[in-house]
T-cell receptor
């Protein structure tokens, strides 16, 4: 089974609202990373949070990590239509990313 | 962030032909490159990991004779889909990293359609 699993699988919100996506994983990790993918495109790295960190911010993004619950959340505040994309968490559990496992992703739709 | 390119961005080929996809790191030396496959509305599945100058490590269930990977230099890795069949149609994405980075940088992907 997959290491990382996001929920919800799909999320539809209005522009200006906040979007929260969650990621759960099974094994110990070195770090957890969130990526964004627009339809039919490659992945764009959003933010990395290390196993000894609990929260990180980057612009409108806020990521939390709870290693005791093996879960992470990505919050996008004041969402925009341009935030419409799929969001994936990926857990790095080994050397140099050789055990870098993606979750199934959350498809976010931000309606204007 | 670092830039990774892929070529071609899309390819249509006949069943039985071989297709080569290139992945290049443009502004850093990639000691490790990864090849992923993604089906519509699904996540990325790691196919193989390649380190410069050594043989690729394939994930379970990925046929190494069908998906040939060459990582001959620190800036280039190639994936060759040999004797492609319609079931090989997919979105192939590469990523690259070096020992200084915890992040993998992804290429824009190559969409393969085998007729």
């Amino acid at each position: 089974s997959q290491q990382g699993e996001e929920d919800p699988q799909a999320l539809s919100i209005q522009e200006g609202e906040n979007a929260t996506m969650n990621c759960s994983y099974k094994t110990s990790i070195n770090n957890l990373q969130w990526y964004r993918q627009n339809s039919g495109r490659g992945l764009v790295h959003l933010i990395l949070i290390r196993s000894n960190e609990r929260e990180k911010h980057s612009g409108r993004l806020r990521v939390t990590l709870d290693t005791s619950k093996k879960s992470s959340s990505l919050l996008i505040t004041a969402s925009r239509a341009a935030d419409t994309a799929s969001y994936f968490c990926a857990t790095d559990i080994g050397n140099y990313g050789q055990n870098f496992v993606f979750g199934p992703g959350t498809r976010l739709s931000v309606l204007p | 962030g670092a830039v990774v390119s892929q070529h071609p961005s899309w390819v249509i080929c006949k069943s039985g032909t071989s297709v080569k996809i290139e992945c290049r790191s443009l502004d850093f030396q990639a000691t490790t490159m990864f090849w992923y496959r993604q089906f519509p509305k699904q996540s990325l599945m790691l196919m193989a990991t390649s380190n410069e100058g050594s043989k690729a490590t394939y994930e379970q269930g990925v046929e190494k004779d069908k998906f040939l990977i060459n990582h001959a230099s620190l800036t280039l890795s190639t994936l060759t889909v040999t004797s492609a069949h319609p079931e090989d149609s997919s979105f192939y994405i590469c990523s690259a990293r070096d020992r200084l980075r915890e992040t993998q940088y992804f290429g824009p992907g190559t969409r393969l359609l085998v007729l």
